[in-house]
């Protein structure tokens, strides 16, 4: 990953089932396969109701970027078990859970990290500003709204904005701005 990236100028890669499409930001190993990640971080647009893939393994965090919301349908139950709504709340569960996503009112964005519980450990923290926010441990961070600066002692290392994101040096910081919101994923790779 170079300083920084913008979502937008990613390939997006369409779902099997047509659902929406999914722009992966960061993998690890970098040339792991999606079978085989221990950590993967990535944004999609879903435009219609439907299932989950399945991720024997795996943890999943998830929080609408945008759109009014998603409803979460057990397969097991045919009930609604969880709502995401906006408001960067982000949801916890495992990749095995037979889920349908089931879309509240017209198509979202969300972002999505997955951890292989036997490869690595992740956690997804909200930084919002005004604020400064140590990166010592974070392998992604991603501007959900506003802007942001990452510091590297007294320099700015790189300044995002709105969607953009990157992979900071790990004696880097994050200085927020008023009302931005940054997503920061810490992780450790076994």
């Not at 859970?97 to 956690?123: E, Q, W």
């Amino acid at each position: 990953m170079n300083e920084k990236q913008n979502l937008n100028d990613l390939p997006s890669t369409p779902w099997k089932n047509g659902g929406g499409i999914t722009r992966e930001l960061l993998r690890l190993p970098k040339d792991s396969t999606l079978d085989s990640f221990a950590l993967r971080v990535s944004v999609a647009d879903v435009d219609t109701d439907a299932p989950f893939s399945m991720f024997p393994g795996v943890d999943r965090t998830l929080l609408i970027l945008r759109g009014a919301g998603l409803d979460l349908v057990d397969g097991s139950t045919n009930t609604v078990w969880k709502t995401l709504e906006p408001g960067l709340s982000p949801l916890q569960f495992e990749g095995m859970k037979p889920l349908v996503g089931c879309l509240t009112d017209g198509p979202i964005r969300d972002f999505n990290l997955m951890v292989r519980r036997s490869a690595a450990k992740g956690d997804l923290k909200i930084a919002k500003g005004p604020s400064t926010t140590s990166l010592l441990d974070c392998c992604c961070v991603f501007m959900a709204r506003g802007q942001a600066l990452i510091m590297q002692g007294d320099a700015v290392w790189a300044t995002l904005l709105e969607f953009d994101f990157s992979a900071p040096p790990r004696d880097a910081y994050l200085v927020i701005e008023q009302d931005a919101v940054a997503l920061v994923v810490n992780a450790t790779v076994f």
